[in-house]
């Protein structure tokens, strides 16, 4: 009997253990479950990833090459020498009779020593000029042939102050600008051979039309100078357009293309 009840009594304390275990375990299940409800992990929040932003490449500015400007030089100056020794070489040149009629008139050329300008080739250019279409010969007023001795009159190119000697024995002052016509021929200043004049439009190879065809007529006995005949109208070869053209234009030939003479009023 005494033994029955010791062994409930251990049953009993057994059971009493158990289920003392039981409620510790079931009380630490329940701090653990409250822990972890107390610690709530917060939500990770992803940060915004900032846009890439795609680098625009800077666009590459075309750079026209500027233009390299063409400096033309000036024109070379023509030197002219002032003076020269006051001799002179012929040119040793002859050519055919030109000219439709009139009086036959023999002329050599003539140019100062020591100047750039060739005796024979401005011998073959005034020889050209007197049988060009528009001048004397071409319409009856005198014949002219090129010789190198026995000439009626000389063609002489001079320095200017050599033309002004020569013009100045006749009575003329030239100022070292200008030509004359002596009782022995043309004087040519060299400087207007070379240059031409300011008052004239064309080059100087034209402007020697006008020197001969001027000088050339006063051998022919055109004694009296002209005027201007109008303005815009062609000035008169005999017309002294170096001193000024007075409404005129500038011209350097005795006759139109169409042949008609070209006039103006006599100078008193």
């Known amino acids: ?3 029955g009840r010791l062994l409930s009594v251990v049953g009993l304390a057994v059971v009493a253990l158990g289920g003392g275990v039981g409620l510790a375990h079931y009380q630490s299940q329940r701090t653990d479950t409250a822990a972890a409800a107390t610690r709530t992990t917060a939500p990770e929040t992803d940060a915004p990833t900032p846009e890439k932003t795609t680098a625009k490449p800077t666009p590459t500015k075309t750079v026209k090459p500027t233009p390299t400007k063409t400096v033309k030089p000036p024109p070379k100056k023509t ?3 002032l003076s020269g020794p006051g001799t002179f070489t012929t040119a ?3 050519g055919a009779v030109v000219g439709t009629g009139g009086t036959l008139r ?4 003539q140019v100062e020593d020591g100047v750039d300008v060739s005796a024979h080739q401005a011998a073959q250019e005034i020889q050209a000029i007197l049988a060009h279409p528009r001048g004397w010969a071409a319409h009856g007023r005198g014949r002219f042939q090129l010789v190198s001795s026995n000439a009626d009159f000389v ?3 001079a320095t200017p102050a050599t033309a002004d000697k020569l013009c100045l024995a006749n009575g003329m002052d030239t100022h070292g600008e200008l030509n004359c016509e002596t009782t022995s021929g043309v004087v040519v200043n060299l400087k207007r051979w070379m240059t031409g004049s300011p008052t004239f439009a064309g080059p100087p190879s034209e402007y020697r039309h006008l020197i001969i065809n001027h000088e050339v007529g006063h051998e022919i006995g055109l004694r009296t100078h002209m005027s201007c005949p109008g303005p815009g109208k062609p000035a008169p070869v005999m ?3 170096i001193k000024g053209l007075h409404g ?3 011209n350097a030939y005795p ?3 169409g042949g008609s003479y070209i006039t103006g009023p006599l100078v008193s």
């Open 106 to 109: 023999r002329y050599r050329v």
């Open 1 to 3: 009997m005494r033994v």
């Open 79 to 81: 030197e002219v020498p």
């Open 255 to 257: 006759y139109t293309e």
């Open 155 to 157: 063609i002489r190119i």
């Open 248 to 250: 005129c234009v500038s």
């Open 92 to 94: 040793q040149a002859s």
């Open 239 to 241: 017309m002294q357009q």
